[in-house]
């Protein structure tokens, strides 16, 4: 099957580092994303890896990629009130389809 | 311009009514979607055009009739829904040879029916 687990909720304090896990099953996917989603909002792209690569590193974003356990975590360094929110991984094997993931709420305490 | 913008932002709509949700973008994308995300759910998809031909349907019900009148244009006609179509309705678009860009989303349209 194609699913893609993500862990359900996160609560960090203001400042803190946070980690965002997600694990997929298609072995295939050739880019994984992160999407952000606010409330009564659309999705936002984040960032994304290409599946040849380990890591990334944009800004305060870090992606990192474990192929052989099918593992990709996104790490917010120094978390900010404003980037409460719903994170969601999503993979894609070349076709106009997305694998979302279950979706991760992160809650930042001030 | 570097925005999907969908219209209208809510929608109340009555199980024998008929509307239209619309999607509009001038990035250049010619891919675009329709999502229909439930709430505390991940977006479901429900129909791709890809350079304004339809290429993917997901079994969605045929109350749900989408169309691409030209490039920068979607839009989704609504008939006889049910209650359990209320939901977040979101249209995105990409660029489809630049893969790693992603999906743009627009801000979604909140539809229920009573």
């Known amino acids: 099957g194609e699913d893609v687990e993500q862990s359900l909720f996160l609560s960090v304090r203001e400042g803190d580092s946070s980690v965002i896990n997600c694990t997929y099953t298609?072995?295939?996917?050739?880019?994984l994303y992160w999407y952000k989603q606010e409330p009564g909002a659309g999705l936002q792209l984040l960032t994304y890896i290409f599946s040849n690569m380990d890591m990334k590193q944009d800004q305060r974003l870090t992606v990192l990629l474990n192929k052989k356990d099918k593992h990709l975590s996104l790490r917010i360094a120094d978390t900010q009130t404003g980037d409460s929110a719903i994170y969601f991984c999503?993979?894609?094997?070349?076709?106009?389809?997305?694998?979302f993931g279950t979706g991760t709420r992160l809650k930042v305490l001030a | 311009d570097t925005e999907v913008t969908q219209t209208p932002k809510h929608l109340v709509m009555g199980m024998t009514n008929k509307k239209s949700l619309k999607c509009e973008q001038h990035m250049g994308h010619r891919a675009m979607y329709w999502y229909k995300q439930k709430a505390k759910k991940p977006p479901e998809l429900m129909f791709v055009?890809?350079?304004?031909?339809?290429?993917i349907n997901e079994s969605v019900p045929s109350r749900f009739s989408p169309e691409c009148p030209n490039s920068s244009l979607l839009n989704l006609h609504l008939h006889a829904l049910q209650p359990e179509d209320s939901a977040l309705y979101l249209c995105a678009s990409s660029q489809r040879d630049r893969e790693g860009d992603g999906y743009t989303f627009g801000s979604g349209t909140r539809l229920t029916v009573v």
């Open positions: 999503a993979e894609s094997s070349g076709t106009y389809k997305y694998i």
């Open positions: 298609d072995s295939s996917s050739t880019y």
């Open positions: 055009y890809s350079y304004e031909k339809l290429s």
